[in-house]
């Protein structure tokens, strides 16, 4: 089973919303740090916003106090980003990662994940 698989990603309009999710069935233990990063056109990937198993949450300087909201549902082992108010600029491939070592160091700056999604691809048109 693959431990980690995106869903949500389409193509929407500037202002529009979407929700993407990260299905951690498979991930295999039961502390995690989980992680949202992005990559667009032209830039190196950079962690968006991180949510522990413990509730804990943090955000990159860049999106925080805007339009990302993380979430999960532990009974669901599901990871959330709600995308609000989007624009071209956050067009990109978004992924989720997860770890349980980054548990102590659960911030959108750590890389260093055991398991990695494909990616949901987000692309926001003018």
């Known amino acids: 089973q693959v431990p980690l698989v995106e869903s949500g990603g389409g193509s929407v309009q500037s202002g529009g919303s979407l929700r993407l999710s990260c299905d951690a069935s498979?991930?295999?233990?039961?502390?995690?740090?989980a992680a949202w990063f992005r990559q667009t056109p032209g830039s190196r990937r950079e962690g968006v916003a991180t949510?522990?198993?413990?509730?804990?949450?943090?955000y990159a300087n860049s999106v925080k106090g805007r339009r990302f909201t993380i979430s999960q549902d532990k009974a669901k082992r599901t990871i959330y980003l709600q995308l609000d108010n989007l624009t071209p600029d956050d067009t990109g491939m978004y992924s989720c990662a997860a770890g349980v070592q980054a548990f102590y160091w659960c911030t959108p700056a750590n890389t260093d994940y055991d398991f990695w999604g494909q990616g949901t691809q987000v692309t926001v048109s003018s």
């Open positions: 949510i522990r198993s413990d509730d804990k949450t943090d």
């Open positions: 498979g991930y295999p233990y039961q502390n995690w740090c």
